[in-house]
């Protein structure tokens, strides 16, 4: 079965990893690629042809890591523990499972995952996994998590966006002021975010607790910026690698850290319980906007 749609959709097979699938919606005249290799977006365009979504040069798209930049999944772990790290959603081959588009609708395609041999040796639970990627105006990436198995677990889960910046000293996210977070830099301590507009300057790591739905990311070099809207995730969490972590980096270039910020939407702080038939669902919606 195809799902190739005549200047809606447009499937690339790749010899290791996959296809690349390419999503464009002629009223906005935007464009988005997917991979299914961790049904990564690594590139958000519009007209203009300016990728909103930072990939990096160096960006292995061979299948045989994860894609440094565009929208990672992490799932069903963030960051370090017992499985790879940010779990193994972000190295697994997709399987596409729908396409569609219509006159006054987004272009949309559908990708699942499944549990299987290699995700149960490391991870002892059933489960599926939906991934819809629905472009119009905005970019919507929708996470459907289901328990097929007859126990309950537990998960994390984030999108992992990393947004393409003209300079990240000029860069300013809005508005998390009075929100607790992790500190992952300073042995995990809980700090209270005391600026309505977060600007970086150092190597960031940070988990905004019960952060709000909606928060805007300012790049005041160009004027633009994008509005990140969230449902479900309750956290938010932003990095930078910044100098020497940029540098150190194999799958970066040195001052690559000039060049992006990851602002994404995350259910890290109180995993996610799922009894057995039950579902979640997170929801991130961007859109560019002038400031």
Known sequence: MTYEIPGAIEITPLSDSGSKVTLFHAASETS????????????????????????????DLSGAKAIRGGIPISFPQFASGPLPAHGFARTSNWELVLSEM???LPTTVKLKLESNHK???IWPHKFRAEYTISLDETLRTEL?????????????????????????????????STVTYIDKLAALER????????????????????SPNT???RDETCGTGIAIDKSGFADT???NP???????MKDLCANDFKKLVCVEAGQIDAPVTLAPGLKWIGIQELKRIDL
Do not use: C, M
């Open 191 to 210: 700090k209270i975010e005391n600026n309505s507009a977060l600007r970086i300057s150092a190597e960031t790591d940070r988990v905004y607790l019960n």
């Open 119 to 121: 995700t149960l040796a």
């Open 242 to 248: 910044w100098i020497e972590k940029s540098a150190g």
């Open 144 to 176: 459907e998590v289901t328990n097929t198995g007859d126990t309950d677990f537990s998960f994390q889960a984030a999108l992992h966006s990393y947004f393409s910046i003209a300079d990240i000293e000029r860069v300013a996210i809005s508005d998390l």
């Open 237 to 239: 969490v932003v990095w």
């Open 215 to 217: 928060l805007i990311v």
């Open 32 to 59: 988005v690629e997917i991979y299914t290799f961790g049904a990564t977006v690594t590139s958000w365009r519009a007209h203009t042809g300016k990728n909103s979504l930072f990939l990096s040069e160096k960006a």
């Open 102 to 104: 219509g006159p006054h």
